[in-house]
Structures are given as structure tokens and as C-alpha cells.
């Protein structure tokens, strides 16, 4: 298959002139805290309209990943000391913003005995004795598969369950070397049986899959429990990342949400610019309400 890069946008991957002036606001606010957004890290194209209402995915335990994947612009190397207070900054700016509903997510911090499990687990209890009205999405990482370390995410006060499986199985050698196609299913899966939160996944389009594969990956998901699924287009954040194979069309994502539905997903968001944090409150609230 030819994975040579896709440089000419299509007319529909178009998002708003990011406000400068509002997306200083929220870094300044950001910053005076000591905390990071995977919307800025991960160079997400949304980052403009989540800011422009006040909501942000915060990205915990620093912004050095100890892996290198190759559609991901978080730094990669060696992480900075754990940063215990880092829970209680991040409840206090919740409470402070009033942001109803938290998307957690993390770098991968293979470097630590539980992953940093601990230390997303610690903020999601922090930002629920602050805010108890706030709904917290935990959108975490692999642990390298320790069940240990994924069970004090389960077991800490969150209201949906995130792990992504970012891609099809056969493109995890090349792209994401550090993680395990089967080892992110048996995490989902876990999640699943072991308790009654709503698990979720997400993985993108345009690497260089076909038309088999996502089937194939769309049943492995839903096979593992999953009940909330995020299909987007990958855009290259960077030159050092992998070149884009394909810009799927609107319509062929409607294709995806509707064979997701049928194989009974209960809520499929499908599009060019969804990312799995995406309208996560509004994700939440369609699937709360059936």
C-alpha cells in the first residue's frame, strides 16, 4: 500500500480562526497553575472552539511522554519528577473555572511502577470533593498492561472509563512500537466486566487501513465491551510525524457512525475533527439519556 503523504486539505477539513486573545486567556490560567492541555500538547485542531467555551482535557503527569509514537506531537523523553500537588491544582482550577465536565488524560509514564495511575485516580477524588456536581471522563493509558495499576483507575469516583486504541492492529508495529493491539482490548474488556462505568475508545482513520481492518477493529471493540466509540481523520501535527494516507470524507464517516450503531454501539460520534475528548459532555449526556 502507498503511505505516501496526502498534502492537499480537502475542502471540508476546515476548522475557525483560532481567537488568540481567548486561547491566552485560558494558557495564562493554565500556566499560573502549573498545568498542561493534551488540546495544546497534542497540537488538537479543536483546541480553538474547547477553549472558546472554557473547557480544556488536562494532560497529568507532565508533558514528556516516555514513548514516541508516530501520529503523536507530545514530547517525547525522560519525564520531570512526579508532581504530587499536581490532583489539587487541577481540582482547585475546575472549581475555579466551574467546569461541569473533566476529561483526564495522561502521558505515558512507563517510567513509574503503577503507570501514574495513583496520581489521575488522587485528582479525579480531589476534583469530586470540590466539585461534586462534575462529571469526570478518565482518558488513560495502557499501564503496560498491569491490572493493579487499572484497577485504582476503576475504582476512583469517574464517570466514564477512556482508554483509546488509537488504530488498526496491523499498523502497531510501525506506528506504536511501545503498545500491544490485544493488550488495550483486554484492558477495555476489564473495564467492561469489572464494572458498571461507561467504557469508551477511539482510534483514526487515514494511516493507511483498509475497509476490512476497521471492521475487523470496530468488532474487536465492541466485542471487549466497549459502548461508546470516537472515529476520527488523523492530521499530521508535524512534519516528524507519519504522513496522512488518506482524507476520509464526511460521508464516509456517516458510513462508520452507522455500522457502529448497527453493531451495537450505543452512541458512535463519527467526523474529520472528532477527537476522543471531542463534546465529551455531549457524548456523555446522549448516551446518559438514551
Not at 197 to 217: A, R
Request: charged letters at 25%; aromatic letters at 6%.
Amino acid at each position: 500500500m502507498d503511505h505516501s503523504d496526502v498534502t492537499r486539505l480537502p475542502e471540508w477539513i476546515r476548522k475557525e480562526r483560532i481567537n488568540l486573545q481567548e486561547l491566552h486567556d485560558m494558557k495564562v490560567t493554565l500556566r499560573r497553575q502549573g498545568l498542561h492541555t493534551v488540546c495544546e500538547s497534542a497540537m488538537c485542531p479543536n483546541r480553538g472552539e474547547c477553549f472558546k467555551k472554557g473547557t480544556a482535557t488536562f494532560l497529568l503527569l507532565g508533558d514528556v511522554c516516555t514513548r514516541n509514537c508516530g501520529f503523536c506531537n507530545v514530547l517525547s523523553g525522560r519525564p520531570e519528577t512526579l508532581d504530587v500537588g499536581e490532583p489539587g491544582r487541577i481540582a482547585n482550577t475546575v472549581h475555579e473555572m466551574g467546569i461541569r465536565y473533566v476529561v483526564l488524560t495522561m502521558v505515558n509514564r512507563d517510567d513509574l511502577s503503577d503507570g501514574g495511575a495513583e496520581i489521575v485516580a488522587e485528582t479525579a477524588r480531589k476534583i469530586k470533593e470540590v466539585s461534586p456536581g462534575a462529571k469526570v471522563e478518565a482518558l488513560v493509558g495502557d499501564f503496560q498492561g498491569n491490572r493493579d495499576a487499572l484497577r485504582i483507575i476503576l475504582d476512583c469516583p469517574i464517570d466514564v472509563f477512556n482508554h483509546n486504541i488509537e488504530m488498526v492492529e496491523r499498523l502497531f508495529p510501525r506506528i506504536r512500537p511501545k503498545a500491544n493491539y490485544r493488550q488495550s482490548l483486554a484492558i477495555l474488556k476489564l473495564a467492561a466486566t469489572e464494572t458498571t462505568t461507561p467504557t469508551k475508545s477511539g482510534f483514526m482513520v487515514g494511516l493507511g487501513e483498509t475497509d476490512e481492518e476497521i471492521q475487523v477493529l470496530m468488532s474487536d471493540l465492541r466485542e471487549a465491551g466497549v459502548t461508546i466509540l470516537t472515529i476520527g481523520q488523523y492530521l499530521r501535527p508535524s512534519v516528524r510525524n507519519i504522513k496522512v494516507a488518506k482524507y476520509y470524507t464526511p460521508e464516509e464517516f456517516d458510513n462508520l457512525a452507522e455500522r457502529g450503531e448497527k453493531m451495537g454501539f450505543s452512541y458512535v460520534f463519527a467526523g474529520p475533527f472528532v477527537r476522543s475528548s471531542y463534546m465529551a459532555e455531549e457524548v456523555f449526556g446522549a448516551v446518559a439519556h438514551g
